[in-house]
């Protein structure tokens, strides 16, 4: 007995007829009616009420059904469990408090890591340690190193902050501006940019916000409108910044140093992009 004569037989239940599940299968109707034979005989049990010109399911065949259905649901049961442990298996699960480190990290595992994913998630500093000591992540990036015995934390990248205008805008020839100069413009703010939204409205308690969710879409309006918007210049960030002015932000809270961090018991691949990671670092 095979899976795959269990599946035409619920084919076959499903359609009614032998020829109509023949068609269903794209399988001719003799090269089905053979394989419901050795079914039978390898059970040794008649499934099929015949006549001249039709087979229909007994009560043998209805049974057999019933237990065809529960064995194919467990085989589809086994398989997703199966895809699960492999997805886990080359998966990295990375707590990062802004996207511009997942970038980077992302560059590194796709250059030196073949079939390794990267599934980041955005949260806040507490909330990356404590995912981390939680083993709800792999690795966590912060921006202040977590000080316990039991989690390796290095510098990983610095990250500054600009404003991008159109450049005839008032403030487009300033050398650098301040969050003050700021406060007041109207900004484009794409939603998932972590901590650095509560830093925009923070310190432009007087600015109209506009949050857009969509990428495709904020890249879009950046590109077509006049909207102010702040952005980094870290090379893994797809921006078009030709067209515009990009003036640094001088103030303190403008700019970050994310440090990435990992379990000392972490498992060999985590430690494998950790230690390339502190590695580009260091170069860079």
């Not at 507490?126 to 912060?142: P, S, V």
Request: charge should be negative; hydrophobic fraction near 45%; include cysteine.
């Amino acid at each position: 007995m095979e899976l795959e004569q269990l599946r035409q037989l619920e084919a076959v239940a499903r359609c009614g007829t032998i020829s109509a599940a023949a068609k269903a299968l794209r399988t001719t109707q003799p090269s089905l009616s053979r394989s419901m034979k050795k079914l039978e005989a390898d059970l040794g049990q008649e499934l099929f009420s015949r006549t001249r010109n039709r087979a229909v399911l007994n009560d043998a065949g209805r049974l057999a059904v019933e237990h065809a259905g529960r064995v194919l649901a467990e085989e589809r049961r086994m398989r997703e469990a199966f895809d699960e442990l492999a997805k886990r298996q080359r998966t990295v699960r990375v707590a990062s408090v802004a996207p511009a480190p997942n970038w980077r990290l992302g560059s590194i595992v796709v250059e030196r890591f073949s079939g390794v994913v990267l599934e980041p998630d955005l949260v806040g500093d507490a909330e990356a340690e404590h995912q981390l000591a939680n083993r709800a992540c792999d690795l966590a990036i912060t921006r202040r190193p977590i000080q316990l015995p039991t989690v390796a934390c290095v510098p990983f990248m610095t990250e500054d902050l600009y404003f991008s205008a159109p450049n005839g805008h008032r403030l487009a020839k300033r050398g650098t501006v301040s969050f003050d100069d700021l406060n007041g413009e109207t900004f484009l703010v794409f939603e998932q940019i972590g901590f650095w939204m509560e830093v925009c409205r923070r310190f432009l308690p007087d600015s109209q916000i506009i949050v857009q969710k969509d990428r495709m879409v904020f890249m879009q309006l950046i590109n077509s409108t006049e909207l102010c918007y702040f952005t980094t210049l870290v090379p893994e960030n797809d921006a078009d910044h030709t067209a515009r002015a990009v003036v640094p932000i001088a103030d303190a809270e403008a700019h970050a140093t994310f440090f990435l961090c990992k379990r000392a018991d972490a498992p060999d691949r985590t430690n494998a992009i950790f230690q390339a990671a502190t590695q580009q670092g260091a170069d860079a």
